[in-house]
């Protein structure tokens, strides 16, 4: 409660004469780095955290390559001169990428079951390993059309493209 009513520049003012912190300043200091410390030495001696953590760095940075793909026009800058130009920028960018991996979800479980009723082996472990942020499949530039075909009027998903056709 004490320092609910002490201003903040006081309490700088005691942590700090000059340009140098004080002896209370860098105690602190130090007591901030001791959780830092633990995580870091968590992190090295925990195999299963660094993996998770890795799996979180590799989702980032596939939402990033979505957001790259999708961004490409005027080489991915943020045009606008003021701010709430470039919020809704941001805004709309976001909103794709969350349209794209909602579409690819609902693809890859069409899929999958897909697969499960023409009795192929579908394993948890090979499914929690898709990722709904994939796009070569997305056309990025070039012509649209927003004609849809009846079954999608009707509800309905469109025929998932068989591989073998490809041949």
């Given amino acids: 409660m004490l320092l609910g009513r002490v201003p903040a520049i006081d309490i700088m003012r005691t942590l700090q004469v000059g340009d140098r912190p004080t002896r209370l300043a860098q105690a602190i200091a130090e007591f901030g780095r001791i959780s830092k410390t633990q ?47 470039q919020e809704d920028q941001l805004g709309a960018l976001g909103l794709v990428l969350n349209m794209i991996v909602l579409w690819n979800t609902i693809y890859m479980e069409a899929a999958l079951n897909q697969l499960r009723e023409e009795g192929y082996p579908v394993r948890i472990e090979d499914v929690l390993r898709l990722s709904p942020l994939l796009h070569p499949h997305i056309n990025m530039m070039g012509r649209y059309s927003f004609s849809l075909p009846e079954i999608v009027t009707n509800g309905e998903l469109r025929p998932l493209r068989n591989p073998a056709d490809d041949e």
Wanted: glycine share 8%.
């Fill in 39 to 85: 995580h870091t030495l968590t992190y090295i001696d925990d195999e299963a955290k660094r993996r998770s953590t890795l799996i979180q760095l590799n989702r980032g940075e596939g939402r990033h390559s979505v957001a790259r793909a999708v961004f490409h026009a005027k080489r991915g800058e943020l045009r606008q001169h003021y701010r709430e130009g």
